[in-house]
């Protein structure tokens, strides 16, 4: 299957300080990439779509101005967490869509984000 | 009501057990599912895809959709002790919003030797 790699695998950083998270697409161009974050024992929740060359769609809920998105070229969408709080402290993952395969998303190995 | 429900367990059995794990959902436009394997603290895996009704098999793994009842399954047959992991149901609807998965809460299965 389509690979998706994202890094850092697992970060830790101060309160107020910003933290940027890298997904790429490496054997395929991804129109679409998607955020989603996961609380211990729970579910995948989308927070916003990242589409290239254009602005983000935020989840209702999901601060815009915290998690900034950005999908520059086809092969790479960043979230950048801004003035990271504890509670910010969660698992951050990333989904890519590969054009004419439908549905399926493959998924980054996922960002482990300690804000302290 | 949340879209997609499932039972997040936790379930426990034995090696070489049948192992059946289900989600129902709410929004009947959904045409494509899909069973994600995660392992603790990495990111899910595609195990299975199935588009509308029916079944798809593949090896020990069968992916069941009834989308008169809204409610998938995922039979493992044979479970071994590397199939511990947590499985996410997750569904999709045609359209605009392709891509856009909903996923369940996931079930965390054990395979005890």
């Known amino acids: 299957g389509a690979v998706v790699s994202q890094h850092p695998s697992r970060v830790i950083c101060k309160s107020g300080t910003s933290v940027k998270i890298e997904c790429r697409s490496l054997?395929?161009?991804?129109?679409?990439m998607f955020w989603y974050r996961q609380f211990p024992k729970q579910s995948l929740m989308l927070m916003a779509t990242?589409?290239?060359?254009?602005?983000?769609?935020?989840e209702q809920g999901v601060e815009k101005d915290k998690f900034l998105i950005n999908h520059a070229s086809l092969t790479l969408s960043t979230l950048t967490v801004t003035s990271a709080h504890p509670e910010d402290s969660s698992f951050y993952i990333c989904?890519?869509?590969?054009?004419?395969?439908?549905?399926?998303?493959?998924f980054g190995q996922g960002t482990r984000l300690t804000v302290v | 009501q949340k879209e997609v429900e499932q039972d997040p367990g936790p379930l426990s059995v034995p090696e070489g057990a049948i192992v059946s794990l289900n989600c129902t959902y709410s929004?009947?436009?959904?045409?494509?599912f899909m069973w994600y394997r995660q392992y603790s603290r990495k990111g899910p895996e595609l195990l299975m895809y199935?588009?509308?009704?029916g079944n798809k098999e593949d090896g020990r793994f069968t992916a069941q959709v009834d989308k008169s009842s809204k409610y998938i399954s995922l039979f493992i047959r044979d479970s071994q002790p590397s199939d511990s992991a947590t499985y996410l149901c997750?569904?999709?609807?045609?359209?605009?919003?392709?891509?856009?998965?909903?996923f369940g809460r996931g079930t965390q299965l054990t395979v005890w030797p």
């Open positions: 989904s890519a869509r590969e054009p004419g395969r439908s549905t399926e998303a493959f």
């Open positions: 054997d395929f161009q991804a129109t679409t």
């Open positions: 990242s589409n290239e060359g254009s602005k983000a769609t935020y």
């Open positions: 929004n009947s436009a959904f045409q494509y």
């Open positions: 199935t588009y509308s009704s």
């Open positions: 997750a569904m999709s609807q045609r359209g605009s919003t392709l891509g856009r998965l909903y």
